[in-house]
């Protein structure tokens, strides 16, 4: 196992890594940029390192890789956002002798880049949204395969991620705009435009399975999360067990996401994300080759500590978990809770925390970067905080999250939590009937 660990990240996933580490007896290392020298998650670890100014610091890999050096740390977690994804990071970190704790760059890559992981998973047998085989490059093959899938279409970046570069095009009208304003995105965001389409499922249910694989060719899921409450293609909510699968088709999603796994030889933690129609026929739809925002609902439902798995995974110890001892309890939510304005369209809300109480009792969580007196910066994302609830079953999580969201205090700063009620008290959320489309169509926004 390993003694020290540098955790490239910050915000609650670098506080979540550092207390599983302090729990495994595992000393950390914190980097930080120059506006996050008060942060929490310096404080808390047992060393830290600027690693440069707000522009140029967390994805700054030699800094970064000299700050691990430097310190002794044997490895390190990339947590979510920043360089997690990012495979020349994974490849560098393994030329220094430094562990990855993630998949092998070489799998980043393979999964990573959209269109090429619709092309695995074809090759694996795992069911895809109808769509292009190839990328899509120009106007010409933009064209001609939206009229081979047939209208409606999704445009997607093959790099993308985060909801940009993508468009829904219904007629030919309409496609050669939308086609080349998602490459404008895409290059701007990713510094890559290479497109894709596929076929538009009208409602899907935005549906993902949690899965862990070791080095010696044991995977397993742990269950689905569904992240359907969306705005503009991020999402905002989610809850576990999906409130309408049943058995038989969580154990297909699962074998389905466990080969795609295998298939590509994948180790560590991961999600599979599938889109669900309503003939209940799911689709692949993509591959995070890292820890999700979302982890804290499966860790809820089945008592396995995820970000424990992945240090254990990637010291070299098998599994000691096997697919029969994956046990489901309850019901959780997580509600994302935004630093920013949802009366003046979600605008960013950076400043001073003059007040803080944080929720608690039996079965709440709050992962949160929050202190009193914290200044939150403008330069990162907008997530401060998450709410997290876990109850016998929805109804009780449901109002279990009532119960939290109308405790947690937050001035100084304006917040998404009367937001997040909104969607909580919404009937048809209640009902458990909603879809990726829910936000637009049923909260005027």
Do not use: W
């Amino acid at each position: 196992m390993f003694k020290k660990i540098l955790v490239a990240n910050r915000g609650e996933i670098a506080i979540r890594i550092i207390r599983a580490c302090r729990e495994m007896g595992i000393e950390t290392v914190a980097i930080y940029s120059t506006i996050d020298k008060d942060a929490l998650h310096v404080q808390m670890a047992d060393e830290s390192v600027c690693v440069g100014p707000p522009n140029d610091s967390y994805t700054n890999i030699t800094r970064i890789i000299s700050a691990t050096v430097l310190t002794g740390a044997e490895a390190i977690h990339p947590g979510f956002g920043f360089l997690s994804e990012n495979s020349r990071f994974a490849q560098m970190c393994q030329e220094c002798n430094i562990t990855f704790i993630g998949p092998d760059g070489e799998i980043i890559d393979k999964m990573g880049n959209k269109s090429n992981a619709r092309k695995l998973m074809m090759e694996a047998g795992v069911p895809v949204i109808p769509g292009s085989k190839e990328p899509v490059f120009d106007d010409e093959k933009a064209v001609s395969t939206a009229k081979n899938i047939g209208y409606p279409v999704m445009i997607k970046a093959s790099a993308g991620g985060g909801g940009r570069g993508i468009r829904i095009v219904r007629s030919e009208s309409e496609l050669l705009d939308a086609f080349n304003m998602a490459k404008k995105e895409a290059k701007a965001a990713f510094g890559d435009d290479t497109m894709y389409m596929e076929k538009f499922l009208e409602k899907p249910r935005h549906v993902e399975i949690q899965i862990l694989a070791d080095h010696y060719g044991n995977t397993i899921h742990l269950g689905e999360r569904d992240c359907s409450i969306q705005r503009r293609n991020q999402k905002v909510l989610e809850e576990g067990p999906c409130p309408i699968l049943n058995e038989e088709l969580r154990e297909k999603m699962g074998d389905a996401a466990i080969k795609a796994a295998r298939y590509v030889g994948y180790k560590n933690a991961g999600t599979i994300e599938f889109l669900l129609d309503s003939y209940n026929n799911f689709y692949f739809m993509e591959m995070n080759t890292r820890i999700q925002v979302e982890h804290p609902v499966t860790e809820f439902i089945t008592g396995i500590d995820l970000i424990k798995e992945q240090i254990k995974i990637a010291s070299g110890q098998k599994l000691n978990i096997k697919q029969k001892d994956v046990k489901f309890s309850g019901h959780a939510i997580e509600c994302r809770i935004n630093a920013e304005d949802p009366k003046r369209n979600f605008m960013p809300s950076p400043g001073k925390v003059d007040v803080l109480f944080i929720p608690g009792g039996l079965g709440v969580r709050v992962d949160t970067l929050l202190y009193d007196g914290y200044i939150i910066p403008p330069s990162y994302d907008s997530m401060i905080a998450k709410l997290i609830v876990h109850g016998k079953d929805r109804s009780e999580a449901i109002n279990k999250m009532r119960r939290a969201l109308g405790e947690f205090l937050l001035d100084g700063i304006s917040t998404n939590i009367d937001f997040q009620f909104s969607i909580i008290n919404n009937d048809k959320f209640l009902q458990g009937d909603y879809d990726t489309g829910f936000v637009s169509e049923n909260l005027n926004l």
